[in-house]
């Protein structure tokens, strides 16, 4: 076991990217089928208990996360994507960068980040008299993108290769900084907007995913 956290621009990991058989179902398994019966509990559990806020916290990463992997795959298309699963690794490849268990957990991720937040959600550290400070949600988003960011460390450290890093220059830093801080900051601020400006951020997101899902897929694209 060991943390990797650059990529190495080797050819063994640029045939490992070349070798992904994307939306195949030659490892498929009943996990597949667990693993979205849990979700699904999880989302209508919230939807019960009228969670909006948890809910919208959910689908706003969610929604982030697939336009970050629809782009990747696009990416992938041309070139080499920034971030890879491996054949090896899972059950069900849906995009280049992403399998049907990381997307799953990443469905979970926001609401997740939501509730460890405080009671007080307009509570800020350091603050002086009142005044100034950090706000709790910003902190917890960086918080826990740290978290993912470095245990993409060591899935990309596995045997398995369960993430695949191809460039260089990408790895921790950027996955933390680029990625996944704007997925938390979703998830952390979005339920608190006007609902007008909440539900416009997340029909955006969700029909511009529907969107170039619908246009790339068929292109043969992604």
């Not at 917890?140 to 220059?169: D, P, Q, R």
């Not at 997925?183 to 907007?193: C, E, G, I, K, R």
Request: proline share 3%.
């Amino acid at each position: 076991m060991s943390f990797v956290f650059w990529g190495d621009g080797s050819q063994a990991s640029m045939n490992l990217v070349d070798s992904i058989r994307v939306r195949s179902t030659e490892n498929f398994n009943w996990t597949f089928i667990f693993i979205l019966a849990v979700v699904f509990y999880v989302y209508w559990s919230e939807f019960n208990k009228k969670n909006t806020e948890v809910l919208c916290a959910g689908l706003a990463l969610y929604g982030v996360h697939w336009l970050y992997e629809i782009c990747n795959a696009v990416i992938g298309h041309f070139a080499y994507p920034l971030w890879s699963v491996s054949n090896e690794s899972t059950t069900f490849i849906l995009l280049v960068g992403v399998c049907w268990e990381l997307s799953m957990m990443f469905s979970l991720a926001g609401m997740i980040s939501f509730k460890m937040l405080p009671h007080d959600r307009t509570k800020r550290y350091f603050a002086k008299n009142g005044k100034g400070g950090v706000s709790c949600k910003l902190v917890g988003a960086i918080e826990m993108a740290l978290l993912f960011a470095l245990f993409e460390s060591f899935l990309a450290g596995t045997s398995n290769h369960s993430f695949i890093w191809v460039y260089k220059w990408w790895g921790v830093l950027p996955v933390f900084i680029t990625t996944y801080i704007p997925f938390f900051l979703a998830s952390n601020y979005v339920p608190d907007m006007e609902p007008k400006k909440r539900k416009t951020f997340l029909i955006t997101v969700w029909g511009l995913v529907a969107l170039l899902l619908v246009i790339l897929i068929p292109a043969g694209i992604i």
